[in-house]
Nanobody, 118 residues
Framework: QVQLVESGGGLVQAGGSLRLSCAAS????????MGWYRQAPGKQRELVAT?????NYADSVEGRFTISRDYAKNTVFLQMSSLNPEDTAVYYC??????????????WGQGTQVTVSS
């Protein structure tokens, strides 16, 4: 099994910053992609940013959020700046993992709440 553990969410005022972390552990041969998604109340889950060889961002966060990865520690980070109330959501970590049994599957973290007050 593979576990993803997220941390770093919380409450912040508009214009502020937060940094999310997600560490993967378990039956991991290789992590192909890692990324962050979010789901606001009443809305579908949407992509925020992903990273494999290079980062990819949703238009709504381009220039404000930065995704990075520590390959040695199987960890992905999301530095969020210039936050606004529309960024309020549960943020989920995702990893596309190939296990030692050579099976490739998407795994998800439990989610971390980010709330931006106006």
């Amino acid at each position: 099994q593979v576990q993803l553990v997220e941390s770093g969410g919380g409450l912040v005022q508009a214009g502020g910053s937060l940094r999310l972390s997600c560490a993967a552990s378990g039956n991991i041969l290789r992590i192909n992609d890692m990324g962050w998604y979010r789901q606001a109340p009443g809305k579908q889950r949407e992509l925020v940013a992903t990273i494999s060889d290079s980062p990819n961002y949703a238009d709504s966060v381009e220039g404000r959020f930065t995704i990075s990865r520590d390959y040695a520690k199987n960890t992905v980070f999301l530095q969020m700046s210039s936050l606004n109330p529309e960024d309020t959501a549960v943020y989920y970590c995702n990893a596309r993992v190939t296990t030692y049994q050579l099976r490739t599957t998407d795994y998800w973290g439990q989610g971390t709440q980010v709330t931006v007050s106006s």
